[in-house]
């Protein structure tokens, strides 16, 4: 894999590396078919790629509820495919987030067993213990120029 040289790329912060459109395809990162999009689609320096992986199969068996949520109530997601979304910018995401944290909590885990409020459950009065392992694990593609991008491992769903 061909790594873009970061020092040639004023856009990144210490520590980032920028990667081609090949790259993350190798990576396992996007398909084809997002990458064609993107290639058809180019992004703006703002917009940012949200992309899925779902780990638990009771989630996953919701990802109609997931992706309503991403493109709803709000949240400026525009579907790509089922586990890619486009955001008008970073911060949508984490809007996003936090919307989702309190309309889809059953979606979220938490590795240290964290109780949330029941309410959020449609359990008023208890206290619901979130999935200690991974449910969905989520990825950040920003832009950054010459069609080359940043990926950022950002737990979404982690409350």
């Known amino acids: 894999m061909s790594l873009s040289d970061s020092s040639n790329c004023s856009d990144l912060s210490d520590g980032e590396t920028s ?3 090949e790259d993350l395809q190798k990576m396992g990162i996007i398909d084809n078919k997002v990458a064609e999009w993107i290639k058809e689609n180019p992004l703006t320096p ?3 790629l949200l992309c899925l992986e ?3 199969q ?3 068996n919701r990802r109609n ?5 991403l493109t709803g109530n709000g949240n400026g997601g525009t579907p790509v495919t089922s586990t890619v979304f486009k955001f008008p910018t970073r911060n949508d995401v984490y809007f996003a987030r936090e919307r989702m944290m309190e309309t889809h909590t059953w979606a979220f885990y938490n ?3 964290v109780a949330v409020s029941g309410h959020l459950f449609n359990q008023p009065g208890q ?3 979130l999935p200690q392992a991974q449910t969905i694990g989520t990825k950040v593609i920003l832009f950054l120029s010459n069609s080359t991008f940043t990926l950022e491992f950002f737990e979404f769903f982690m409350f």
């Open 127 to 129: 206290w619901v213990p």
């Open 111 to 113: 590795p240290f067993t």
């Open 19 to 21: 990667y081609s459109l």
């Open 54 to 56: 779902y780990c638990d």
């Open 65 to 69: 509820e997931i992706q309503a949520a």
């Open 58 to 60: 009771n989630i996953s």
């Open 46 to 48: 703002d917009e940012t």
